[in-house]
């Protein structure tokens, strides 16, 4: 299943109340934040594709009151339609004193349509996240966004994640890689440290 996280740009929480013909459905961005370096949008994660079409069929989403901010996981596969079904069904055999028929080989297409079903930025963006040194690099502009990373995908609460040095230690036992902001700081001090240590 594929999971789409949406942000509310310039609010720290809000609860959407977006009309799906004669219902209402209630959609409560949270988790923003007013740091130095700007507003991190309020966020709502979901995996249910009926709340993804109600949100990206909405006027606040063609507005842009609502934003797309990433998608995770692989989309579902394509149903495969009745013609497809018919052609999968094994043909019955010639009666006896006939020629058989060519088998057909089977197509790719399916399996093409998954590999080309994921878009060119969400592609460039797993090639940069991807260290040489065995840890996944992720770009992030502050500590709250650190934080957020960690506990959307690793269940690790924000009191834990206190300053930029701790969130990159417990991203570290996680394989993962902080870039931006202070971060590239805190990588630039460790790379210098390690060459001293070389030498």
């Given amino acids: ?24 459905v209630r959609v409560h961005f949270s988790g923003g934040a007013l740091t130095a370096y700007g507003v991190t949008p309020a966020e709502y994660t979901t995996s249910d594709p009926f709340i993804q079409k109600v949100i990206e069929r909405s006027s606040y989403f063609r507005e842009g009151r609502i934003i797309l901010l990433r998608r995770t996981g692989k989309p579902d596969k394509p149903k495969t339609s009745n013609l497809q079904k018919a052609k999968a069904q094994p043909e019955p055999e010639p009666a006896a004193g006939t020629a058989a028929p060519l088998a057909e080989q089977p197509t790719t297409v399916i399996e093409e349509a998954e590999t080309a079903a994921e878009p060119e930025p969400v592609a460039e963006a797993r090639a940069e996240e991807t260290a040489t040194v065995g840890f ?18 690793f269940n690790i609460p924000s009191y834990k994640v206190r300053n930029c ?15 931006g902001g202070k971060f590239d700081t805190l990588n630039g001090s460790e790379a210098e440290d390690e060459a001293m240590e070389e030498e």
């Fill in 1 to 24: 299943m594929e999971k789409i996280t949406y942000g509310a740009p310039r609010l720290v929480d809000w609860v959407a109340q977006i009309k799906s013909g004669s219902a209402t």
């Fill in 136 to 153: 996944t690099k992720v770009e992030v502009t502050c500590l709250p966004d650190a934080q957020a990373y960690l506990q959307e995908n």
């Fill in 165 to 179: 040095e701790t969130a990159q230690r417990i991203a570290a036992e996680h394989g993962i890689q902080f870039t």
